[in-house]
């Protein structure tokens, strides 16, 4: 069964992501004092004395506002309470209850869904406690004193939290389900990659370079599997980093692509690809995972029968380093292609997790080395003597040798090509490991 869902609500600046992280024990969502850092949803596993579940962090909530931004904040909000079983609300001792909290309290009241309101900031609780009570008032129920900066109150915060769950929701099942990471520059159209697969506005689509701050996990279930993608922020170069904040969003890029199976990077059709992409590309193939290329507004594209190919040659032009990677064009706005690019999950996910017998890995080599004559230094020839697999996620490859000084990476370039030639492994990169054996340990 699924994990219960905790969503923390609130006005800007109450101290949500602060509270976010604290319970996380990890500085996942932003915490700045500028209000509405917060943007999106952000998801972390959470355990409390033997009960695991998954919070939430959202945008705070402007009940009247009429910016763009804030009421789609407030849209994200009302997403996050409609998913969760408990919601914490979230309110400021310091600043008393004002008119924007009642409002949030009709919000809430609306839901029907359990509600803990936790008042923030309560440093001292012999100087905070009469300020306390006052939030009574909105109806919620028993306020329960915290500060979330100092730890104060969060066993007693979380206590209330979990004895509203269904003992039937915590029953723990290992997560299989492949994660996808949707990584490219500001603009191209990651969050409408996301909103289309979905069919709801899950991540804010804005025509405004960088909207999207946060890493955010999306469950998207197709064809009866389930599948986790991680919208991120669009990297910028470093000398437009002209806020704190855009190097929370590369950080987070960074943590995304870590805890993928296969990165998705998203060009934009119409700009081409550029040395930024392959910077964001060399960040997933560093790291072994599994890659696949979309080429995003491919519908506003004017075509010929050369298009295709032209295209695909300017990107393997530039981004050299990576030929395994699949090459999909796709249209974000009309859903052109987005149903195969499950398909080539599917199949770059079994290429990075693919096996090979030790004893037809070794007829590859020794068919490679009878067609290409291992290098030689100064009379000294290089003598490969075993290969074997030893790991996945990226299928990686241990080779005995006489001289490891001797194994060219050109060399070592040869044989992965023979190994692609036989098996494929499209989409992943292959590592290769040299390891040195003298001839008498034969």
Excluded at 337 to 342: D, I, P, T, W
Excluded at 394 to 412: A, G
């Amino acid at each position: 069964m699924s994990k219960p869902v905790v969503a923390i609500v609130g006005r800007p600046n109450v101290g949500k992501s602060t509270l976010f992280n604290a319970l996380a024990g990890d500085n996942i969502s932003i915490v700045k004092d500028t209000p509405g850092v917060t943007r999106d949803r952000i998801y972390a596993d959470v355990s409390w004395l033997d009960m695991n579940f998954t919070m939430i962090d959202t945008g705070g909530i402007e009940p009247d506002s009429k910016d763009v931004i804030l009421s789609q904040m407030r849209e994200q909000a009302q997403i996050a309470i409609d998913t969760a079983d408990v919601i914490i609300f979230l309110v400021d001792v310091r600043q008393g209850l004002v008119d924007a909290d009642s409002k949030v309290a009709d919000m809430l009241r609306r839901s029907r869904k359990p509600v803990v309101l936790a008042v923030n900031k309560v440093d001292s609780f012999k100087k905070f406690m009469p300020d306390v009570y006052e939030f009574y008032n909105l109806g919620i129920g028993e306020p329960v004193p915290i500060s979330a900066s100092s730890r104060l109150g969060i066993g007693e915060l979380l206590d209330a939290v979990t004895g509203y769950f269904d003992k039937r929701l915590l029953e723990e099942t290992e997560d299989e389900r492949p994660r996808i990471a949707i990584v490219g520059k500001p603009n191209v159209g990651k969050s409408s990659i996301i909103n289309k697969l979905t069919g709801e506005n899950r991540v804010i689509v804005s025509d405004v370079a960088g909207t999207t701050r946060d890493a955010i996990d999306t469950n998207i279930r197709h064809n009866g599997k389930d599948y986790v993608f991680i919208d991120t922020a669009g990297l910028r170069r470093k000398n437009k980093i002209k806020e704190e904040l855009e190097r929370y969003s590369i950080i987070r890029t960074v943590t995304a692509v870590e805890r993928a199976d296969v990165v998705v990077i998203v060009i934009d059709a119409v700009e081409g690809v550029t040395e930024q992409d392959a910077k964001i590309a060399g960040i997933a193939h560093e790291r072994g995972k599994g890659i696949i290329i979309a080429v995003n507004k491919w519908d506003a594209i004017e075509k010929n029968d050369k298009t295709v190919y032209q295209y695909a040659n300017k990107i393997r032009e530039v981004l050299s380093f990576m030929p395994y990677a699949e090459i999909l064009y796709i249209s974000a706005q009309t859903g052109q292609r987005l149903g195969r690019l499950f398909d080539t999950i599917d199949a770059v996910l079994e290429n990075c997790t693919m096996r090979v017998a030790t004893g037809v890995l070794n007829e590859i080599m020794t068919e490679a080395v009878a067609l290409q004559q291992p290098p030689s230094d100064r009379g000294h020839r290089l003598k490969l003597y075993y290969i074997t697999q030893v790991a996945v996620k990226p299928p990686t490859f241990v080779i005995f040798v006489n001289d490891k000084e001797l194994m060219h990476f050109s060399y070592t370039r040869y044989l992965e090509n023979r190994i692609r030639d036989a098996f494929g492994f499209k989409g992943t990169s292959l590592k290769f490991i040299i390891r040195e054996r003298k001839e008498k340990e034969q």
